[in-house]
């Protein structure tokens, strides 16, 4: 466990969270590198012995030190944007191992994945077919492409993070995938490398993962049978993690689901995962500033807030929270709803929390490492938190905590008449 007490203090790794909270301030969130490191090698152990690629899907946790860390072990990467593309080159990332996904990409967005030499770029509409067809002519290239296929499957999750259903915007529709590669395979300027399949986040069965799975199967049997041939088959991520005490299906089970369906195929197998390498490796740390006993409620108002990690309020998640050094036996106990000091009734991290708090102490945010502090906000001109990997015995700050001063510096008062 990357996360556990030691001598009555948490700890990541070898290091006591306490000294990293003192050290670096609160909010903050720490990183441990062997839990991404045995995330990412659960998954490559799963599939050894088969062609395959594990894209770290970097919108997950975009910090440059956590993608040198995939990076450094070989990984690729599924990126949405320009700027996850920049991030990856930055942290040392091989582009031949990027996957570029996303329904919305930009011309200049296109025109850079082509020049980098990116492995694949999954396209979610005719007109992205079109346009990506037309850039890689001006470069004189020819653009590898997969489309990202809809099938139309439950991931039975929150709606706000299902993305395989007919009426979600991602992928091409399925009655339209055999038409599209069509007209892909007679365009001069597009190679056609593969498919793609991504039908939400936060999966706790692996039923749907392997449901479409079998879908994909049965298109690209039919592509084959047209005469077009694939290199790989991605099948996305959207592995679930353990929050609170969901039975999530295993990193096996969902390999092991995928591989069978997929039987005796050659094509190369690309996986995306984000949150399964990420989420459990990450906790935000904060500090309590104010114990506010109320008539209906009692709050314990922290340092972080909605802005550092929005889950609780864009999703109603739970995240364990846990007191820093371990609370002695005897001690007394109240419930609290832990809240930060942002301005709106939705500003608050965890509710109904048994916990023995004194003004002062430290508390950890547990499961922080994905879409946590990627999806962090300035709003009350808070400047973000710092953020620090742990490998072993050492701390690293990863990110510098902004300053106030920092927040406006873009900005410019004109100069009134
Ligand atoms: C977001 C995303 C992922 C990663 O999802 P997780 O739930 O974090 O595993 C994978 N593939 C695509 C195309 C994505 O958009």
Redesign the pocket.
């Known amino acids: 466990m990357a996360f556990a007490y030691r001598g009555g203090t948490l700890c990541a790794e070898q290091v006591a969270l306490e000294d990293l909270a003192r050290r670096f301030g609160t909010p903050c969130y720490v990183y441990s590198r062997a839990a991404i490191e045995g995330a990412y090698r659960e998954f490559t152990d799963e599939l050894s012995g088969r062609a395959s690629l594990v894209c770290y899907?970097v919108?997950?946790n975009s910090n440059l030190a956590v993608l040198s860390v995939l990076a450094r072990l070989g990984a690729g990467f599924?990126i949405?944007s320009g700027g996850e593309l920049a991030r990856v080159i930055a942290a040392g990332g091989d582009p031949a191992k990027v996957v570029f996904?996303?329904v919305g990409k930009a011309e200049a967005e296109i025109r850079a994945a082509l020049q980098a030499g990116v492995l694949s770029l999954?396209l979610e509409s005719e007109q992205e077919l079109e346009r990506v067809n037309a850039i890689a002519a001006a470069l004189g290239k020819r653009a590898p492409v997969a489309f990202?296929v809809n099938p139309d499957v439950d991931a039975k999750t929150h709606p706000y993070?299902s993305?395989g259903l007919k009426q979600n915007k991602f992928g091409v529709a399925w009655p339209e995938a055999e038409r599209l590669y069509r007209k892909a395979a007679a365009l001069p300027n597009i190679r056609i490398t593969g498919v793609?399949c991504?039908i939400g986040?936060?999966m706790l069965d692996s039923a749907p993962f392997v449901a479409a799975t079998r879908r994909i199967v049965s298109l690209v049997e039919r592509l084959e049978q047209a005469g077009i041939a694939l290199d790989h088959i991605d099948l996305?991520?959207?592995?679930g993690i353990r929050y609170h005490d969901e039975a999530s299906a295993t990193i096996a089970a969902f390999v092991h689901g995928a591989l069978d369906a997929l039987g005796r195929r050659k094509e190369t197998v690309l996986l995306?995962?984000?949150?399964?390498i990420v989420g459990n490796a990450g906790v935000l740390l904060t500090r309590v500033e104010y114990l506010k006993p109320g008539e209906a409620k009692n709050f314990l108002i922290v340092d972080a807030a909605m802005n550092d990690l929005i889950r609780p309020a864009l999703y109603d998640a739970w995240h364990e929270v846990r007191p820093l050094r371990e609370v002695e036996s005897g001690a007394a106990r109240g419930v609290y709803d832990i809240v930060g000091p942002v301005c709106e009734s939705s500003d608050w991290l965890a509710r109904d929390r048994l916990l023995a708090p004194r003004q002062g102490d430290f508390l950890a945010i547990m499961s922080a490492g994905?879409?946590a502090m990627v999806m962090s906000s300035n709003y009350n001109s808070r400047p973000r938190a710092a953020e620090i990997m742990v490998s072993g015995a050492r701390a690293h700050l990863v990110r510098r905590r902004e300053t106030p001063a920092g927040l406006f510096e873009g900005e410019q008062v004109p100069e009134w008449t």
């Open positions: 899907s919108k997950a599924d949405v996904s996303g999954n990202r993070i993305t793609g991504h986040s936060l996305g991520g959207g592995m995306d995962p984000g949150r399964a994905a879409y």
